[in-house]
């Protein structure tokens, strides 16, 4: 059972994410503030790639589980890229 | 069926024993065996219903014009035989009935890892299956547009497509809730030496359906949602007066669908993977590449979903993706039918009845992917679209593939379960009937579709008759063999003589308890030595 | 491949079926005289013991991974090049358009001809351009191996040629609905010059104003049916009150000759009120004689259909299960409006007849289809229900015109509530029917 | 029942994680609708992204992550023994919760008083990437907000279970398991946010 019990996460850490997860904020409302025609949308995807990472990561404690949990969470996100993804060979060609 | 009395042979295992009594103690039990039952005999009820369904479909068919409905009822019932067929028949059918009964015991667990889970789940089931019968009576009457609900039509008739919307909502989430069961029961309670590579095949085809249902389910629960709320509230995302696109109706309906087939396959395939090395008395040849190709399928079929879709209006580089993919996922399951033969071959063959159904199931199979392939093709599915080619097509891999492996299962696992043995004979002559009025019927389906006739026609024009016709007897002969074939196992599993704890001689981890199994199928935690399949060290051979 | 020689439709596909055929029926013959071999070969009986315990072998593994990959590989490049010439159009193709609708179809030439039948010239290759004015429905003629969606909101197409004269069935292979079985007609193909005469057989019956709207876009935000699109419908614009707003202030006015050119030069200075300042200016876009037609034409869309008593519609009075429509009306959007002619009301009811549809549900040899038979309807005893109750009635012109205006009222017994309402048909249009109705007797 | 004298962690939060894949398709289906009608209609959703207000969506950014970290801290301070600590930072995280359905409450609020709101007239007026828009963002926000309240309600269990003392220092799988749902609001969120209300401003 000992493997269940380890790593209680210091509340220090999560403060230090939480005030990067509202950095983060801040940069992707500053951001939006300019014009940069289709990256616009990449650069806010990218941020909340990199928000959602860091409270997948660390407050929902994925850092600390086993291979499995982690290929399990890629292969759901993958699926879902996939799903979109396949979706442009028909929006974009038609 | 609480009062089915089990075996004569001493325990009656886990239906002697429970907290309440009688029904409360079914359907308030978190027992997998008493939850597979439940679902079995759930399940074998809506087929039936809708197997009648398909009947009166045929009756009405014999001749154009109107034979025995008029056209809205026709509708109405290819629309309920359908959705029957496909959400409260095939997809929960193998897994939810024979997974729960089979596979902790396969796998040496007391249950499922969350039992309440799965008495939740099939509480949903139960809900859905009577949400969607409430439909038929309530609102603008039954729903009239076909087990795949394209709008615009949906959005617009006035029958009862929005509570069948939730009914389909309700059941697509007990098959999400029955997945991740699933995955977490095969990763986390395997008993002790029970490593992944003797794992049976059935179990393993359980494993990679999970995935699917866990992955793609959701897609369906949102689409009809949206569908839902399209009649509702009017939020038109597929509605083109408001911008919306008809065709993403589609696309979002088959991401769930397509891979729904494989839900509906997989399964069957593990049932036969795991009966013919039994009766030939050898292993299954080539078990990596089985488990291989079933997560292979699994993958794959989630990439192929706009094959339905070819004619649609979608655009020409789409076609040529997904007919690509299409064919991609053709190629695991010719594995397996490989595979399957080559476990037979220098075997010791008994043609005992669920070989028998697990053979049909490899012809039928074979049949039905093979017209799988014409429709792949994109020339030539655009004439066989939406005719009764893909109406033969489906059948063939539906009825005769993961039906056979309904029944195959049936003959193979409920002797385990109830402790008794039906007749043989009835059983193989049953078989016999069935195969050849399944052909005659679904064979007629594919000329005439091959000929042009549309599906979903209430009516036809003269040329199509006698292949109509012929189908229509073909599926008299068929309810002939099935009735038979239920009137025997029936009596056989109440009535008929105890069997022993291993009646075929199977070498995998259910074959070692009781028949009945007790509540917690074990005396004590078993220890696995030897795989599913070597029947040397089982002591069998 | 040259798509561009004389290849049909039909034997491109077939090309693709011949292969794909063949190579099954070798797999499955082998397959299944492999299973009766090996089940008769190690029968128990003949073999009480396995020969081996052999599990694997990966050469052969391998082998049979392989050889299905090359077929099936091939099978998809015959069905993709199949596909291909399916969907490039040679250049020398004769447009149609194919308008879908519950439940039947209409067939536009280039003339402006309409028919219900689809006429092509043998030999000469036809681009059908498929329009859906509800719902989805399909556009498929098995001879030809062609089959495609129509799509509200969208424009599709299909092509094919054929080769020899002969009656081709041409079926809605897409589900629409309680007729969805009886959206069938043919393709009639005939010999090149009888079908020029054909085409010019009539005279074409779209007007000219007709045209210039549908070339100048106006349709694309202007309906003809009544129902508002982006800016106010045209049905009925000819003198009627509207108020518009000029500087913020509103005002009433009638339309005119003077009104519509305003309109149509300087539409932001006079903005119909509840609509939205989005019409550009024609100014300069339209020939001077142009715009003096399609203001005539406009002119001649009064309510009523040209009678100068503007007649109260009467409300869609759909039966409405669940509060809504119960099918969407068909819009006649692509059908030419008419204007009344001096022309033979018989002749006209029964070309209205085909514009609308009506012929989709209603036979006229006296067989059921969806809706009663039109043969012997006109004056003959109906037994119909109404608020539920039984009642006969005789079909004379006040309950015909009722039950083309608003169906839902009186069902006739045995027949399903399925027809959709034309609440605007004008009067002279209803009169056209009748009068060719009561011709059937 | 001797079988379940083992309580399996892992497997419990396992089978949470599956939970929450398919919670993220289900939002994936909008997600899919939304990539292609942006692709389809980038101008219009544009101009009617700029229609919502980026301070009523940033404060329930805000609202959200706060309330997050407060369950993340809670499942430590329950580990270390800091049983009422925990039970106040999951109080403040409902309160978190209704914060943010309140902001919602006046956001719709607003844009329905200006007529926009599912088959709404003015919004049939509008262009049709902008209808899109607009029917997209309510029922991506409505599914959003109904999977807030139901993680409300889950927290205000796992409330319950700790003050009767079913979930502990050493039995806490629930609290992590609430705490995982609600950590999936949070994300979910963290996408909703720039898609619709900072769609270039
Ligand atoms: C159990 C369910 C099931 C299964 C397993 C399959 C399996 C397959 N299906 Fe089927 N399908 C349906 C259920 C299923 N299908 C349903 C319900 C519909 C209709 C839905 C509706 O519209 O209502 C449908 C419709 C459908 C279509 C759309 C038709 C249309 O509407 O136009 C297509 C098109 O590509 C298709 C293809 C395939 C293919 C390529 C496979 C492959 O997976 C088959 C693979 C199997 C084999 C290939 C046979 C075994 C191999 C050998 C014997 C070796 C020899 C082989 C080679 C040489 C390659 N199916
Ligand atoms: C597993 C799935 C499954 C099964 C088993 C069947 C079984 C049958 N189906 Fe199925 N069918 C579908 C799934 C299935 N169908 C689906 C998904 C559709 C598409 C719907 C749509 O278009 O939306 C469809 C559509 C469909 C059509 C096309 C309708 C149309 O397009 O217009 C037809 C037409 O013939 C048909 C006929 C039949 C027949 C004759 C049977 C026969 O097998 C029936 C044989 C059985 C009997 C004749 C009755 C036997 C009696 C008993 C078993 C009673 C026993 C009682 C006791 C023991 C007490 N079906
Ligand atoms: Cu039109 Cu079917
Ligand atoms: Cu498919």
Redesign the interface.
């Given at each position: 059972m000992s493997e269940e019990h380890a790593h209680i996460v210091p509340y220090r850490t999560f403060v230090v994410i939480w005030v990067a997860l509202l950095i983060l904020t801040a940069v992707t409302v500053a951001v939006a503030q300019f014009n940069l025609g289709a990256l616009n949308i990449w650069v806010a995807l990218g941020i909340a790639t990199l928000k959602s990472g860091l409270v997948i990561a660390v407050f929902m404690h994925m850092k600390y589980e086993s291979l499995l949990f982690k290929l399990s969470l890629l292969s759901a996100l993958a699926i879902l890229a996939i799903f979109i993804g396949l979706n442009f060979f028909d929006v974009l060609y038609r | 069926m609480s009062e089915a009395t089990p075996s004569a042979s001493g325990s009656r295992g886990f239906f002697g024993e429970g907290h309440y009594p009688d029904i409360l103690g079914w359907i308030f039990s978190t027992d997998h065996k008493r939850i597979g039952l439940l679902y079995f005999w759930c399940i074998l009820a809506f087929f039936i219903i809708g197997v009648i369904l398909g009947l009166l479909l045929r009756l009405e068919l014999f001749a154009p014009g109107e034979t025995i409905m008029g056209p809205q009822t026709y509708n109405a019932v290819f629309t309920l035989h359908g959705v029957i067929m496909i959400f409260l028949f095939i997809i929960p059918g193998i897994p939810a009935a024979f997974g729960n009964l089979i596979m902790p015991i396969q796998l040496g667990a007391r249950d499922v890892a969350f039992p309440k889970l799965n008495l939740f789940s099939w509480w949903l089931y139960i809900s859905g299956a009577a949400m969607a019968v409430t439909a038929l009576f309530t609102g603008g009457g039954p729903p009239d547009t076909g087990w795949t609900f394209y709008v615009p039509f949906s959005a617009q008739t006035s029958t009862n497509v929005s509570l069948a919307a939730m009914a389909v909502f309700t059941l697509g989430f007990s098959s999400i809730l029955t997945g991740l069961n699933f995955v977490t029961t095969i990763h986390r309670l395997r008993a002790e030496g029970m490593t992944w590579m003797r794992i049976p095949l059935f179990t393993w085809s359980l494993y990679a359906t999970a995935w699917i249902q866990i992955l793609a389910t959701p897609i369906i629960g949102i689409t009809v949602a949206l569908l839902f709320a399209e009649r509702m509230l009017g939020t038109g995302l597929f509605d083109p007066s408001q911008g919306g696109d008809p065709i993403m109706f589609q696309h979002l309906f088959w991401i769930y669908s397509h891979p729904a087939v494989y839900i509906m396959i997989l399964p069957g395939m593990g049932v036969v993977s795991d009966i013919i090395p039994v009766f030939a008395r050898k292993p299954a040849f080539g078990y990596k590449a089985i488990v291989v190709s079933s997560i292979a399928i699994a993958f794959a079929g989630s990439l192929v979903w706009a094959h339905h879709m070819y004619t649609s209006g979608m655009s020409d580089m789409a076609v040529l993706v997904f007919s690509f993919l299409t064919f991609l996922v053709a190629i695991p399951s010719a594995i397996k039918v490989f595979n399957w033969l080559a476990t037979l071959y220098q075997g010791s063959i008994l043609l005992d009845p669920p070989l028998l159904y697990a053979l049909s199931f490899i012809l039928l199979f074979t049949i039905g992917g093979l017209t799988g392939l014409v429709l792949g093709a994109a020339a030539t599915d655009v004439h066989v679209h939406d005719t009764y080619f893909v109406v033969g097509h489906f059948h063939f891999v539906m009825f005769g593939g993961t039906g056979m492996a309904f029944f195959a299962a049936m003959h193979y696992w409920l002797p385990k379960i109830y402790g008794r043995m039906y007749d043989k004979v009835v059983a193989t002559v049953a078989w016999g009937v069935i195969l050849v009025g399944f052909l005659i019927t679904y064979i007629s389906m594919k000329v005439v579709g091959m000929m042009g006739m549309p599906r979903r026609y209430y009516d036809y024009i003269p040329e199509f008759t006698n292949l109509n016709q012929l189908a229509t007897v073909g599926s008299w002969v068929l309810a002939i063999g099935l009735v038979l074939m239920f009137a025997n196992l029936i009596h056989g599993l109440f009535r008929g003589a105890p069997t022993g704890t291993n009646p075929w001689g199977g070498a995998s981890l259910e074959w070692q308890v009781p028949s009945p199994p007790p509540t917690e199928n074990f005396d004590a935690d078993p220890v696995v030595t030897h795989g599913p399949y070597d029947y040397k060290k089982a002591g069998i051979l | 491949m040259n798509t561009h020689s004389l290849v049909t439709t039909t034997e491109s596909v077939d090309r693709a079926f011949y292969f794909i055929f063949g190579v099954s029926a070798v797999a499955l013959l082998g397959i299944t005289v492999a299973m009766i071999w090996l089940v008769w070969r190690y029968n128990r009986r003949r073999q009480p013991q396995p020969l081996s315990q052999k599990d694997h072998n990966v050469w052969l593994e391998v082998t049979w991974t392989i050889i299905p990959t090359i077929l099936v590989m091939m099978m998809f490049w015959y069905g993709w090049e199949g596909y291909l010439s399916l969907r490039r159009i040679p250049d020398n193709a004769m447009p149609v358009t194919a308008t879908a609708r519950m439940w039947s179809w209409l067939f536009t030439y280039e003339n402006g001809k309409t028919s219900d039948k689809l006429y092509v010239p043998v030999g000469q290759p036809v681009k059908v351009r498929l329009v859906a004015e509800d719902v989805l429905h399909s556009f498929y003629v098995p001879a030809f191996r062609v089959k495609r969606d129509c799509v509200p909101g969208m424009d599709t197409y299909a092509w094919f040629v054929a080769d020899k004269p002969g009656s081709f069935d041409l079926f809605c292979a897409e589900y629409c609905g309680i007729a969805h079985a009886d959206m069938i007609t043919t393709v009639e193909a005939v010999p090149a010059a009888e079908f020029a005469g054909w085409l010019a057989e009539k005279p074409a019956v779209a007007d000219a104003g007709m045209g210039l709207l549908q070339k100048h876009g106006c349709l694309g935000c202007h309906s003809l049916d009544g129902s508002p699109m982006v800016g106010p419908t045209f049905q009925g614009i000819g003198g009627r009150q509207v108020s518009v707003v000029i500087n913020g202030a509103k005002q009433s006015i009638t339309t005119d000759s003077a009104y519509l050119e305003r309109a149509i030069i300087k539409p932001e200075v006079e903005i119909v009120d509840g609509f939205p300042p989005a019409m550009p200016s024609y100014a300069g876009r339209i020939p001077d004689e142009e715009l003096a037609e399609i203001i005539s034409y406009l002119m001649s869309l009064q309510a009523g259909g040209g009678q100068a008593t503007p007649e109260p519609l009467p409300p869609s009075a759909a039966p409405a299960p669940e509060a809504k429509p119960a099918i969407a009306a068909p819009a006649p959007t692509a059908a030419p409006v008419e204007k009344p002619t001096p022309e033979d009301p018989v002749a006209r009811g029964e070309a209205l007849a085909n514009q609308y549809g009506c012929l989709g549900c209603h036979s006229l040899d006296g067989t059921r289809r969806v809706g009663p038979s039109f043969k012997g309807l006109s004056g003959a005893a109906r037994v119909i229900i109404k608020d539920g109750k039984e009642a006969t009635v005789t079909a004379d012109a006040t309950y015909l015109e009722r039950a083309i205006r608003e169906p839902g009222a009186e069902i006739t017994k045995d027949y399903p509530p399925a027809m959709p309402p034309y609440p605007g048909l004008s009067k002279a249009e209803i009169d056209a029917l009748l009068a060719w109705l009561e011709t059937l007797k | 029942?001797?079988?379940h004298v083992h309580k399996?962690?892992?497997?419990a939060?396992?089978?949470m994680?599956?939970?929450l894949?398919?919670?993220?398709?289900?939002?994936?289906?909008?997600?899919?609708?939304y990539?292609?009608?942006?692709?389809?209609?980038?101008q219009?959703f544009i101009s009617a992204g700029k229609e919502l207000n980026?301070w009523f969506g940033?404060g329930n950014?805000?609202v959200l992550?706060?309330s997050?970290?407060f369950?993340?801290?809670s499942?430590?301070a329950l580990?270390?023994g800091a049983k009422t600590l925990c039970l106040n930072l999951l109080g403040a995280t409902i309160a978190c919760a209704a914060i943010f359905m309140i902001n919602k409450y006046f956001e719709w609020s607003a844009k329905i008083d200006h007529g926009i709101y599912?088959?709404s007239a003015h919004l049939?007026?509008m262009?049709?990437?902008?209808?899109?828009f607009f029917?997209?963002y309510?029922?991506t926000t409505g599914?959003h907000g109904i999977h807030v309240i139901i993680g409300a309600l889950i927290i205000g269990w796992a409330m319950l279970l700790i003050k009767r003392g079913r979930v502990t220092a050493?039995d806490f799988?629930i609290l992590?398991n609430a705490?995982?749902y609600w950590?999936l609001v949070?994300?979910i969120w963290?996408?909703i946010?720039?898609?619709y209300y900072?769609?270039?401003?």
């Open positions: - | - | - | 029942m001797s079988g399996d962690y892992t497997g939060k396992f089978g994680w599956l939970f894949f398919t919670e993220v398709l289900l939002f994936g289906g909008l997600f899919i609708l990539s292609v009608y942006l692709a389809r209609y980038p219009e980026v940033g950014t805000l992550l706060t997050s970290l369950v993340a801290v499942i430590t580990r270390r599912p088959g049939k007026e262009l049709p990437g902008e209808m899109v029917n997209l309510y029922l599914l050493d799988v992590e705490g995982l950590h949070d994300l963290i996408f946010f720039p898609l900072l769609i270039l401003h």
